[in-house]
């Protein structure tokens, strides 16, 4: 056994001499030395302040590349390029207002507020009208505040809600509220088109009528509105592709009209606050009567008589009733809100009259004559359907996030704020329409009893022609903006390629347009004209977009319950109790409004959403719950199993080691406290501990293990699983649980292993299982967690405050950022604040590094304070060389000696505590190792109690006693490594790089909660010395220091500034 080992050191280590003190050169060791100098010629150009991580800089980019690499990025869908234009000028960076406030208020005013608000306000009376108006309003409030959340949870292209429950809820969700969106909008652009037919031959040009007079026959106006409905789908069709520009500069002017009619309609109020003389209306008895000449309004007028008196027969109401004139708009000092407060609901052909009487709503005779019918039956549920599509248009902002300076700001200030000034505007409107217009007036629809004029149009100022022409011009802008909008969104969901019969209409034109697309969208939106009725597709129309809002409330509710890693939206004002309570409303006015119309847009995400998630899978059948139940898990296994899972969903699953002590208790409880607040209660923890020995011996005690592993998870409230190996090696058993741990894709992706305190003490055994276990969870791609300092670490029922300072040197997949956003999800650590230091090489430049750092940061969503060290004094002190020498000097000591298993323990704790105290006394930065203070208070104990072990701490080793005359082999050993040897250049840039850190990061985070830093990557070559040497270097490194997590990154990207 000591020949084999004595034959292993001298295969490992290496002795460089000089001729002077008459040793022989090894040629294998000169090769080796060459080698080392020509990696070194290689590695010339790095920092010297940063070589203790040249290795991970030759995989890992350093931070000032990272960030600078990432500040300024692109976040916009590349559009089809022509490659033979000119490179376009880069696209101007809007703000909030006109990138998003304007773009939304335009959107959300519509063609409702013109031709149909009064009708509603008239129907429903002023109580339940601005209930509502406010319903809806709260719907889309709602439904607002849950978008910014999801839009502030890092960038979002341009595509709007499709892009973000795509990202949030994946792509069977994503695909079917894509093509709800798209129908939603393509419907929207068929009610526009016939809205803006409806506003033309009704009230502009009714001598256009095709066939014949439609204000005698309902049918006649439909088939109006269908026809010219058609010719001018396709004049708006023929205008999308060709001329896009020309559109978008249309919106401009639409956004004009809306604005200034708005503000003629409030001037016009006030105007006539006392009324005015223009409109009077022929009432009989209480009904509404229509094509009657305010002068031919009496009973003793022969027009009058020729209508109710056919024949010489009269009608029995005409004869019973007498006939009045009534001035239409009042004015808001005339008290008629009072006659407005109250619903006149109707089932559809009862006459429009004051009251509930019968008598004056029945038609009794089935003889209509000119009086005013309801055309359809009327409700509140139906008003709501008919009205929402007035506040729609929310989305308007988040589909040009990519061309706003900034989105994750812009978004929700104007997008609220847009919701907020057009509920304002709708729910002052009912107010005012409620208080100025006779009831009568109110409620005519087509406004028939004043000639067919339109009744906004009519109070407003300076005279009707300014809403009708701006209305007409509003609608056709927002037709065009729909029908622009549509193709592209289709062409998105084609291109993602979740929906394949979609793929056809992937493609562009040569132009880059989605013609494809705009075809299908022309014929849907034929179809939508076709009904010919804006009454009926209002309520058609918000089915769409109510299901469209419904799942972006459930998203971020969803998303704020999970409580998932990648969620952390810079908009704080969100909840998921409003995200639910916007759902529940969605899904409510759905159910009330049209429950056939409701199940048609259910039916339909329904159908699309099994098409994407089953398309070509196999189906299962469980016998009874339980087989249920292992159908389900099965079949996530295996969906996990298909691949590493995307950024956004990367958590740690935690793989905690925990070492044993004699009596089989873990030795550092606190790294399961650690665990627990690091998870938050959240995701997966595997338990796990090796016993050295042979399973068949010692099985009994590996389950009792087990039983006291567990215990101490559930005193600790570890959620996961635990488990026990036996093995002959330690290290190997490690090595064999790293990689073989865990079922399928609930593979843990990030170990935790304690820091060896006593790797001086117990010699080369000790950091070469540590070592091994790094190189193991490296090999794996598994990031590692390695606390220094755990006995410091704060209880899971304790609460701290200060600073969690992060040292980011090296980028490792952004592990650093993300793990103290974990730990402020806890209690304990949520009063802490984060301050995150990197440090700036010679030709960084500090100010713009930081500024990149700043942005990045802010992206990410994690608020934390930025600094940037410079460390310009690279120049090696002699207390580098002091340090680096005793450290070579006691492994070749080590090396040289060939003693016995017990006399080399003596030998080597007399030589540790020889170099080290000389080392404490040389540094100028205080120790805080546990073991060292441990052993300094229990100097004067016995073996067996200097051999006890602390189940709540780091070890507590003493040193041995050391008499006052050494060993003669020590003596020995010692003189002959007194010389003047130089040391290695590549340990001394190494220690160089230790103690400058240390210093500098011991000068900012003394007093910091906890210091989290890059792990240095271990020495690629298998030497005991080098092995020695890097733990060394990590002693340095971490000196002075309570409480540190040294970190090191799996390879992969684990945090990301996109939603």
Same mark, same amino acid.
């Given at each position: 056994?000591?020949?084999?080992?004595?034959?292993?050191?001298?295969?490992?280590?290496?002795?460089?001499?000089?001729?002077?003190?008459?040793?022989?050169?090894?040629?294998?060791?000169?090769?080796?030395?060459?080698?080392?100098?020509?990696?070194?010629?290689?590695?010339?150009?790095?920092?010297?302040?940063?070589?203790?991580?040249?290795?991970?800089?030759?995989?890992?980019?350093?931070?000032?590349?990272?960030?600078?690499?990432?500040?300024?990025?692109?976040?916009?869908?590349?559009?089809?390029?022509?490659?033979?234009?000119?490179?376009?000028?880069?696209?101007?960076?809007?703000?909030?207002?006109?990138?998003?406030?304007?773009?939304?208020?335009?959107?959300?005013?519509?063609?409702?507020?013109?031709?149909?608000?009064?009708?509603?306000?008239?129907?429903?009376?002023?109580?339940?009208?601005?209930?509502?108006?406010?319903?809806?309003?709260?719907?889309?409030?709602?439904?607002?505040?849950?978008?910014?959340?999801?839009?502030?949870?890092?960038?979002?292209?341009?595509?709007?809600?499709?892009?973000?429950?795509?990202?949030?809820?994946?792509?069977?969700?994503?695909?079917?509220?894509?093509?709800?969106?798209?129908?939603?909008?393509?419907?929207?652009?068929?009610?526009?088109?016939?809205?803006?037919?409806?506003?033309?031959?009704?009230?502009?040009?009714?001598?256009?009528?095709?066939?014949?007079?439609?204000?005698?026959?309902?049918?006649?106006?439909?088939?109006?509105?269908?026809?010219?409905?058609?010719?001018?789908?396709?004049?708006?069709?023929?205008?999308?592709?060709?001329?896009?520009?020309?559109?978008?500069?249309?919106?401009?002017?639409?956004?004009?009209?809306?604005?200034?009619?708005?503000?003629?309609?409030?001037?016009?109020?006030?105007?006539?606050?006392?009324?005015?003389?223009?409109?009077?209306?022929?009432?009989?008895?209480?009904?509404?009567?229509?094509?009657?000449?305010?002068?031919?309004?009496?009973?003793?007028?022969?027009?009058?008589?020729?209508?109710?008196?056919?024949?010489?027969?009269?009608?029995?109401?005409?004869?019973?009733?007498?006939?009045?004139?009534?001035?239409?708009?009042?004015?808001?000092?005339?008290?008629?809100?009072?006659?407005?407060?109250?619903?006149?609901?109707?089932?559809?052909?009862?006459?429009?009259?004051?009251?509930?009487?019968?008598?004056?709503?029945?038609?009794?005779?089935?003889?209509?004559?000119?009086?005013?019918?309801?055309?359809?039956?009327?409700?509140?549920?139906?008003?709501?359907?008919?009205?929402?599509?007035?506040?729609?248009?929310?989305?308007?902002?988040?589909?040009?996030?990519?061309?706003?300076?900034?989105?994750?700001?812009?978004?929700?200030?104007?997008?609220?704020?847009?919701?907020?000034?057009?509920?304002?505007?709708?729910?002052?409107?009912?107010?005012?329409?409620?208080?100025?217009?006779?009831?009568?007036?109110?409620?005519?629809?087509?406004?028939?009893?004043?000639?067919?004029?339109?009744?906004?149009?009519?109070?407003?100022?300076?005279?009707?022609?300014?809403?009708?022409?701006?209305?007409?011009?509003?609608?056709?802008?927002?037709?065009?903006?729909?029908?622009?909008?549509?193709?592209?969104?289709?062409?998105?969901?084609?291109?993602?390629?979740?929906?394949?019969?979609?793929?056809?209409?992937?493609?562009?034109?040569?132009?880059?347009?989605?013609?494809?697309?705009?075809?299908?969208?022309?014929?849907?939106?034929?179809?939508?004209?076709?009904?010919?009725?804006?009454?009926?597709?209002?309520?058609?129309?918000?089915?769409?977009?109510?299901?469209?809002?419904?799942?972006?409330?459930?998203?971020?509710?969803?998303?704020?319950?999970?409580?998932? !890693?990648?969620? *952390?939206?810079? +908009?704080?004002?969100?909840?998921?109790?409003?995200?639910?309570? =916007? @759902? &529940?409303? $969605?899904? #409510?006015?759905?159910?009330?409004?049209?429950?056939?119309?409701?199940?048609?847009?259910?039916?339909?995400?329904?159908?699309?959403?099994?098409?994407?998630?089953?398309?070509?899978?196999?189906?299962?059948?469980?016998?009874?719950?339980?087989?249920?139940?292992?159908?389900?898990?099965?079949?996530?296994?295996?969906?996990?199993?298909?691949?590493?899972?995307?950024?956004?969903?990367?958590?740690?699953?935690?793989?905690?080691?925990?070492?044993?002590?004699?009596?089989?208790? !873990?030795?550092? *409880?606190?790294? +399961?406290?650690?665990?627990?607040?690091?998870?938050?209660?959240? =995701? @997966? &923890?595997? $338990?796990? #501990?090796?016993?050295?020995?042979?399973?068949?011996?010692?099985?009994?005690?590996?389950?009792?293990?087990?039983?006291?592993?567990?215990?101490?998870?559930?005193?600790?409230?570890?959620?996961?699983?635990?488990?026990?190996?036996?093995?002959?090696?330690?290290?190997?058993?490690?090595?064999?649980?790293?990689?073989?741990?865990?079922?399928?894709?609930?593979?843990?992706?990030?170990?935790?292993?304690?820091?060896?305190?006593?790797?001086?003490?117990?010699?080369?055994?000790?950091?070469?299982?540590?070592?091994?276990?790094?190189?193991?969870?490296?090999?794996?791609?598994?990031?590692?967690?390695?606390?220094?300092?755990?006995?410091?670490?704060?209880?899971?029922?304790?609460?701290?405050?200060?600073?969690?300072?992060?040292?980011?040197?090296?980028?490792?997949?952004?592990?650093?950022?993300?793990?103290?956003?974990?730990?402020?999800?806890?209690?304990?650590?949520?009063?802490?604040?984060?301050?995150?230091?990197?440090?700036?090489?010679?030709?960084?430049?500090?100010?713009?590094?930081?500024?990149?750092?700043?942005?990045?940061?802010?992206?990410?969503?994690?608020?934390?304070?930025?600094?940037?060290?410079?460390?310009?004094?690279?120049?090696?002190?002699?207390?580098?060389?002091?340090?680096?020498?005793?450290?070579?000097?006691?492994?070749?000591?080590?090396?040289?000696?060939?003693?016995?298993?017990?006399?080399?323990?003596?030998?080597?704790?007399?030589?540790?505590?020889?170099?080290?105290?000389?080392?404490?006394?040389?540094?100028?930065?205080?120790?805080?190792?546990?073991?060292?203070?441990?052993?300094?208070?229990?100097?004067?104990?016995?073996?067996?109690?200097?051999?006890?072990?602390?189940?709540?701490?780091?070890?507590?080793?003493?040193?041995?006693?050391?008499?006052?005359?050494?060993?003669?082999?020590?003596?020995?050993?010692?003189?002959?490594?007194?010389?003047?040897?130089?040391?290695?250049?590549?340990?001394?840039?190494?220690?160089?790089?230790?103690?400058?850190?240390?210093?500098?990061?011991?000068?900012?985070?003394?007093?910091?909660?906890?210091?989290?830093?890059?792990?240095?990557?271990?020495?690629?070559?298998?030497?005991?010395?080098?092995?020695?040497?890097?733990?060394?270097?990590?002693?340095?490194?971490?000196?002075?220091?309570?409480?540190?997590?040294?970190?090191?990154?799996?390879?992969?990207?684990?945090?990301?500034?996109?939603?």
């Amino acid at each position: 056994m000591q020949s084999n080992s004595a034959k292993d050191d001298s295969d490992e280590m290496e002795i460089i001499s000089s001729e002077h003190n008459g040793t022989v050169h090894d040629t294998k060791n000169e090769d080796s030395g060459d080698i080392h100098r020509a990696e070194e010629n290689q590695k010339s150009n790095i920092d010297p302040n940063l070589y203790l991580y040249d290795d991970d800089l030759a995989t890992r980019p350093h931070i000032s590349t990272f960030i600078s690499s990432i500040a300024n990025y692109e976040n916009t869908i590349p559009a089809a390029t022509d490659p033979d234009a000119k490179p376009p000028a880069p696209s101007a960076r809007m703000g909030t207002l006109i990138g998003v406030f304007l773009p939304c208020i335009q959107n959300i005013f519509g063609v409702i507020l013109f031709i149909r608000l009064t009708w509603v306000v008239g129907t429903a009376g002023a109580i339940c009208g601005f209930l509502i108006v406010l319903t809806c309003c709260c719907v889309t409030m709602l439904t607002a505040i849950s978008m910014s959340a999801i839009a502030t949870n890092g960038v979002v292209p341009a595509g709007g809600s499709y892009f973000m429950i795509s990202r949030s809820l994946g792509p069977e969700f994503g695909g079917a509220v894509g093509m709800l969106f798209y129908t939603g909008t393509t419907l929207a652009a068929a009610m526009y088109i016939v809205g803006a037919v409806e506003i033309v031959l009704t009230y502009m040009a009714p001598w256009a009528s095709i066939f014949g007079d439609f204000t005698k026959d309902a049918d006649a106006m439909y088939n109006n509105f269908r026809v010219y409905g058609t010719i001018l789908l396709i004049f708006m069709g023929l205008i999308v592709f060709v001329g896009v520009k020309f559109v978008n500069k249309f919106a401009t002017v639409a956004l004009a009209c809306v604005i200034f009619s708005i503000i003629a309609v409030y001037v016009g109020i006030f105007d006539n606050i006392h009324g005015n003389e223009k409109l009077y209306m022929c009432v009989l008895g209480k009904r509404l009567l229509k094509d009657i000449p305010i002068d031919n309004c009496t009973k003793d007028d022969s027009f009058m008589r020729d209508i109710y008196c056919p024949n010489n027969k009269c009608d029995d109401y005409y004869l019973n009733n007498n006939v009045s004139k009534v001035k239409g708009i009042k004015g808001l000092a005339s008290g008629v809100f009072y006659d407005n407060v109250f619903p006149s609901f109707l089932e559809k052909g009862q006459f429009i009259s004051y009251g509930h009487d019968s008598v004056d709503i029945e038609n009794i005779g089935n003889e209509s004559y000119n009086q005013i019918m309801a055309d359809i039956t009327t409700t509140f549920t139906l008003l709501i359907g008919i009205f929402f599509p007035s506040v729609t248009g929310i989305m308007a902002g988040s589909n040009r996030s990519g061309d706003l300076a900034d989105a994750q700001k812009s978004i929700p200030i104007g997008t609220i704020c847009a919701i907020l000034t057009t509920s304002t505007v709708y729910l002052s409107s009912v107010l005012f329409f409620a208080g100025t217009v006779d009831n009568l007036l109110l409620r005519d629809k087509f406004g028939q009893s004043i000639g067919g004029k339109l009744v906004v149009a009519n109070i407003a100022w300076p005279n009707q022609w300014v809403i009708l022409i701006g209305s007409f011009l509003s609608t056709l802008g927002a037709g065009l903006q729909s029908l622009t909008g549509a193709p592209r969104l289709l062409q998105a969901i084609a291109r993602d390629e979740i929906i394949p019969f979609l793929a056809p209409f992937a493609k562009s034109s040569k132009r880059g347009e989605p013609t494809r697309a705009l075809l299908l969208t022309i014929v849907i939106c034929q179809c939508g004209i076709l009904l010919g009725n804006v009454d009926l597709l209002a309520p058609l129309l918000s089915m769409f977009f109510l299901m469209c809002y419904g799942f972006v409330n459930l998203a971020c509710a969803v998303q704020t319950l999970l409580r998932t !890693p990648n969620w *952390r939206p810079r +908009f704080k004002y969100y909840h998921w109790s409003l995200s639910l309570i =916007g @759902l &529940t409303l $969605c899904i #409510s006015v759905m159910i009330m409004t049209s429950w056939y119309f409701a199940l048609l847009a259910m039916g339909m995400a329904v159908v699309i959403y099994k098409y994407i998630e089953y398309r070509g899978a196999e189906k299962e059948w469980g016998d009874g719950i339980r087989g249920m139940a292992l159908t389900a898990a099965r079949f996530s296994l295996l969906r996990l199993e298909e691949g590493p899972p995307h950024t956004k969903n990367w958590r740690p699953q935690i793989l905690v080691l925990s070492k044993l002590n004699d009596n089989f208790l !873990p030795k550092y *409880r606190k790294i +399961f406290s650690f665990a627990t607040q690091l998870k938050a209660g959240k =995701g @997966l &923890t595997i $338990c796990v #501990s090796v016993l050295k020995g042979d399973h068949t011996k010692i099985a009994n005690k590996a389950v009792d293990a087990k039983s006291t592993l567990r215990k101490y998870m559930i005193d600790e409230k570890v959620k996961g699983f635990c488990d026990i190996l036996v093995a002959q090696q330690i290290g190997e058993g490690l090595s064999s649980v790293i990689q073989t741990i865990g079922l399928g894709g609930m593979k843990p992706n990030t170990v935790i292993i304690g820091w060896p305190y006593s790797w001086r003490q117990e010699g080369r055994n000790s950091w070469r299982t540590f070592i091994q276990t790094v190189r193991t969870v490296d090999a794996c791609h598994m990031a590692l967690m390695v606390p220094k300092g755990i006995n410091f670490y704060p209880e899971s029922n304790h609460k701290i405050g200060g600073n969690i300072d992060i040292w980011w040197i090296v980028h490792d997949g952004g592990l650093l950022m993300l793990l103290p956003f974990l730990l402020k999800q806890h209690r304990t650590w949520r009063n802490c604040k984060l301050r995150i230091f990197t440090v700036a090489q010679i030709e960084d430049n500090s100010i713009q590094m930081k500024k990149d750092l700043k942005t990045f940061l802010y992206h990410l969503r994690i608020e934390a304070d930025v600094e940037v060290v410079e460390m310009n004094n690279s120049d090696i002190s002699a207390y580098t060389y002091e340090r680096t020498l005793m450290m070579e000097q006691r492994n070749q000591m080590l090396r040289a000696l060939g003693l016995n298993k017990k006399e080399n323990s003596k030998v080597v704790q007399t030589i540790v505590d020889h170099h080290y105290d000389a080392t404490r006394t040389a540094s100028k930065v205080r120790f805080a190792d546990p073991t060292i203070e441990e052993t300094k208070n229990h100097e004067s104990h016995n073996d067996e109690k200097r051999n006890s072990i602390d189940s709540d701490g780091p070890e507590e080793t003493d040193a041995p006693e050391t008499t006052s005359s050494k060993d003669e082999s020590t003596e020995k050993a010692d003189s002959k490594f007194k010389s003047n040897v130089k040391p290695d250049e590549f340990n001394v840039r190494r220690m160089h790089t230790a103690i400058k850190l240390n210093e500098v990061i011991v000068e900012k985070s003394q007093d910091a909660q906890l210091v989290i830093m890059n792990l240095p990557g271990p020495p690629r070559e298998v030497r005991a010395e080098r092995e020695s040497n890097y733990m060394e270097f990590l002693e340095v490194l971490t000196e002075g220091l309570e409480k540190v997590l040294m970190v090191r990154g799996g390879g992969r990207e684990v945090i990301t500034i996109y939603s």
